[in-house]
């Protein structure tokens, strides 16, 4: 179901077209709000990519979930890639215009996750650094928790991962265990 390229296409006339009408903003709150619904409730995704529902039964449940949320361009663009059978593939066009609008728009994604829930402070003082590091940035910053890392934590931006948690510590200690480093290897 995954395609990219298709993904990238519809969404780069999308934001051609909101372009075109000064909605580039508008439609990215759209595609925030949309790709919300989409992660928050699998149901609706799998609506979206059932072979089994109707075109029309699709648009009248999209209608019924967007209605009054989304401008009137998004909701043509949704009739559209309904009308042409690609409805199941919005979700990874959502997440492709929100792409492309952060990068027209100089924005990076910052995905810092952590053991327990970060404090507004620590996360001020882990994005100076990252500021100073990548200047002329905008960040968009995402947080997660994952009790496995037991503490520290790791920081995902442009295809990088900074990993500072406790759980990679331990990872490189059983690592030197395993490979013997501190026993002397006797030839």
């Not at 949704?78 to 199941?88: A, F, G, M, N, Y």
Request: net charge positive; glycine share 4%; charged share 25%.
């Amino acid at each position: 179901m995954n395609n990219p390229r298709l993904a990238g296409r519809y969404a780069k006339s999308l934001l051609d077209l909101a372009k075109e009408q000064n909605q580039v903003d508008a439609v990215c709150n759209d595609m925030r709000w949309l790709q919300n619904v989409c992660k928050s409730n699998p149901d609706f995704t799998a609506v979206l990519r059932s072979p089994i529902i109707k075109s029309d039964k699709k648009q009248a449940i999209i209608d019924a979930v967007t209605t009054g949320k989304v401008s009137s361009l998004t909701a043509a663009f949704i009739q559209l890639l309904v009308r042409k059978t690609r409805e199941s593939n919005l979700p990874e066009i959502v997440s492709a215009y929100i792409d492309q609008f952060n990068e027209i728009n100089n924005i990076q994604k910052v995905k810092i996750t952590t053991a327990s829930p970060i404090t507004d402070e620590l996360k001020n003082a882990i994005m100076s650094n990252v500021k100073t590091s990548v200047p002329g940035k905008t960040f968009e910053i995402e947080t997660a928790i994952k009790d496995e890392l037991i503490g520290g934590f790791t920081l995902e931006t442009a295809g990088q991962l900074v990993d500072a948690s406790i759980l990679r510590d331990l990872k490189d200690i059983q690592r030197q265990f395993n490979d013997n480093h501190f026993i002397h290897k006797i030839r």
